[in-house]
């Protein structure tokens, strides 16, 4: 089995390295041009509009969920363990220079992720009583005049990726072995709580994100920003090595002797892509059922979310490890930066296996919301009760493989995913508009097709 994932990471590497890299930069950049740097023109309108769905958190503009809930169940999908573990491995794969790759994923990227969430809310469907349903699943059908086979294939990959085999395998892992719990019960447990939130739909879910994402986000900025400030002096040398080594292969001792810049560029991108969910499709489906009805308005939310999942999470815990040396430490990635916090803070053995668990399970949930939808839309009649018990012995199975094995797995599909969505937006680019409506008009009418949403959860 070790010697099979062997082949699957070499195999992961090729694919981002060759065609995952230039897909996404290429594609990020054209989206950036066409739009004219929305990302950066628009930016203090992309806060207010935030700012506005906070301070009006009842405001509903029609049918579905009201919009910051369905922005919390996404962030709580974007913001996780990833944040923490993957993306500072990608620094103890390629070295310091993997960060800034990671940067310009989210920059570019945050346009892909705009992208798909617009095309979800016009493409989206009425279902009866239910509000809105939508996501690639109906984009790739309009983009290929009415043809299913691309939607039913996007379906089976999010029906993988959908059951986030990784970041449960690190919860449970985690809280085992932290608290010497036995790893049987630490799953059932963790598995009845998934079902639970699944069971109240997107609302409950995001209901649950919204109480624990800025709670978990604030505490954890400000132990990062404690270092930051007891550190000031190693800042400017840790940002000259990050942009250092962004464009040369670095070697270092640790666990990346003699690695090159494409591994260094493959890693980042690879990474800041997981970290953030770039390409992935599930935001669109989260999205789409919000209650707004100009989609430029929701989609806007996208580039806020990514701003804050790379430019502060991630960005702050890969400081953290720099700062502190400890990405040179030959240790499993998801004690690096519980290591780094040790240094400053006490009890952070406790702290952090309770923080990790807060992250994986708000991810987890609404992967599997995601996943659930996309399994219904291949069968109305018997998709919910198929994937329960798929998604079950997935999670159940994964906890017992180590997350290394995890997350190669992960990746591969989430390419396919990539390459699929990124297909659908092309094909549909001349209905795109970056132009994000300020709050002076009144809402549109409604104007969605009817869709069969018979036994949808």
């Not at 604030?218 to 464009?247: E, H, N, Q, R």
């Not at 053995?349 to 987890?364: A, D, K, N, Q, R």
């Not at 001349?430 to 809402?443: A, H, V």
Request: proline share 4%; charged share 10%.
């Amino acid at each position: 089995m070790d010697h099979f994932f062997s082949i699957l990471g070499v195999f992961e590497d090729s694919l981002w390295g060759y065609v995952g890299f230039p897909l996404i930069v290429l594609f990020g950049v054209y989206l950036t041009y066409v739009s004219r740097f929305v990302q950066i023109r628009s930016f203090p309108l992309v806060v207010k509009t935030f700012w506005h769905f906070l301070t009006h958190k009842g405001e509903k503009e029609g049918e579905g969920i009201p919009p910051l809930k369905a922005f919390f169940a996404s962030i709580g999908g974007c913001v996780g363990i990833g944040n923490i573990v993957a993306i500072t491995s990608a620094v103890q794969i390629g070295g310091p220079g993997a960060l800034f790759w990671v940067w310009m994923t989210a920059f570019a990227g945050s346009l892909v992720k705009y992208s798909e969430v617009f095309l979800g809310m016009t493409t989206r469907h009425v279902c009866p009583k239910r509000g809105f349903r939508g996501g690639p699943m109906y984009i790739l059908e309009k983009a290929f005049n009415g043809s299913k086979i691309p939607g039913i294939i996007f379906c089976i990959f999010m029906c993988l990726y959908g059951v986030e085999i990784y970041q449960f395998s690190v919860v449970t892992s985690t809280l085992s072995s932290s608290f010497a719990l036995p790893k049987l019960w630490v799953t059932l447990g963790l598995l009845a709580l998934v079902i639970y939130a699944e069971r109240g739909g997107i609302a409950r879910i995001g209901s649950i994100s919204s109480w624990m994402m800025p709670t978990c986000i604030l505490v954890y900025l400000a132990m990062g920003g404690y270092i930051l400030v007891a550190s000031w002096d190693l800042i400017p040398t840790v940002f000259c090595d990050i942009f250092k080594y962004a464009f040369e292969p670095h070697a270092a001792e640790g666990g990346f002797l003699g690695s090159a810049l494409l591994i260094t560029i493959s890693q980042g991108i690879r990474r800041g892509c997981y970290s953030s969910d770039i390409g992935v499709g599930y935001a669109s489906i989260i999205h789409s059922e919000s209650s707004v009805q100009k989609p430029a308005r929701q989609a806007s939310l996208l580039i806020f979310e990514v701003f804050i999942d790379t430019f502060v999470i991630c960005t702050m815990s890969v400081l953290i490890v720099l700062l502190t040396g400890t990405w040179q430490l030959d240790i499993e990635p998801i004690y690096l930066v519980q290591t780094s916090l040790s240094y400053f803070f006490p009890y952070i053995e406790y702290f952090m296996p309770i923080f990790i668990f807060l992250l994986g399970y708000s991810t987890v949930i609404t992967y599997f919301a995601a996943g659930m939808r996309t399994a219904v839309f291949l069968s109305p009649k018997y998709g919910q009760r198929v994937y329960y018990l798929y998604a079950v012995v997935g999670l159940f199975t994964f906890s017992f493989v180590h997350s290394s094995q995890a997350i190669t797995i992960m990746a591969l599909v989430q390419l396919g995913l990539l390459i699929l969505n990124s297909l659908g937006i092309w094909r549909l680019r001349k209905q795109l508009s970056f132009d994000i409506p300020e709050f002076d008009t009144l809402p549109a009418k409604n104007q969605y097709q009817n869709a069969n949403c018979t036994h949808s959860s």
